[in-house]
């Protein structure tokens, strides 16, 4: 989990769970504000001095004047292209203040083959896998890919944010019609996954059935003192080492492909 996944966390979970402070309400001889609230076209739960107070767009004409925290955060607070934002106003009694918010949102932009360089207009930005930022200003209207051997292409800066594209790089001389594929157009390959989901899992199988004989050889070498037992106790711990290790192994692929599509 990345640093920004567990950053929005604490504050959905802090925002939650922690006492609410007067922000809202009224009270006597107080002179309320009123707040608007909006992020756009992307709503995001909404905290305010600590206390979860709804999502956006978000209205309230009894905001207590002096210094308030704002929080937003994204509703898929686990994806690793999202990022809350924080702000700090000070409200003054009385007063109608409209708070306008763009949530930022990540852009993985990948290429197949990777290490294509990412060019707006003449400077170099990078090379794929590249991650950018949809909440950059200005937005640069298009991009520039090239690679050597390769066709170079200009294509336009992708829309919103949360979005993965990759561009299948054309051999020089090919056609070079609709390089880009969104994420909901990536073909998939559900037999991978399968395969070593299954594997992940028969290996992990494995490596507690292993164990669990080898804790029953301990017992018996506990309990009668039989060499046999103690040697057939390590040959098994030996197997459920080797079944764990290759259980992370699988893991780890399972993991991967699992980023990938």
């Not at 756009?40 to 207590?64: E, H, I, Q």
């Not at 998939?188 to 059935?209: K, Q």
Request: charged residues 15%.
């Amino acid at each position: 989990m990345t640093t920004r996944r567990i950053v929005g966390l604490i504050a959905l979970f802090v925002a939650a769970a922690t006492a609410p402070t007067v922000t809202t309400g009224s009270t006597g001889g107080t002179r309320y504000a009123s707040v608007m609230i909006t992020t756009g076209a992307d709503s995001a739960w909404l905290v305010l001095d600590s206390v979860r107070v709804g999502t956006t767009p978000f209205a309230s004409d009894s905001v207590a004047p002096g210094r308030h925290i704002v929080r937003l955060v994204p509703f898929d607070i686990l994806s690793w292209l999202t990022t809350p934002v924080v702000d700090t106003v000070d409200i003054a009694p009385g007063e109608h203040r409209q708070l306008r918010y763009t949530m930022p949102g990540g852009i993985a932009l990948l290429t197949e083959p990777s290490g294509a360089n990412v060019m707006v207009r003449d400077s170099l930005i990078g090379q794929t896998p590249l991650l950018l930022s949809s909440s950059g200003s200005p937005t640069p209207d298009s991009l520039n890919i090239s690679k050597e051997g390769y066709s170079s292409m200009s294509l336009p800066f992708p829309s919103g944010g949360g979005l993965v594209c990759r561009i299948a790089l054309k051999r020089a001389g090919t056609n070079c019609e609709n390089p880009m594929i969104k994420d909901e157009n990536i073909n998939r390959s559900p037999a991978r996954l399968l395969f070593w989901g299954g594997v992940t899992i028969a290996a992990g199988f494995a490596a507690a059935y292993l164990k669990i004989r080898a804790d029953g050889k301990s017992t018996a070498y506990q309990t009668t003192g039989d060499p046999d037992a103690l040697a057939a106790m390590r040959r098994l711990d030996r197997g459920a080492g080797v079944s764990f290790a290759l259980t992370e192994i699988c893991f780890a692929f399972l993991t991967y492909f699992l980023l990938i599509d």
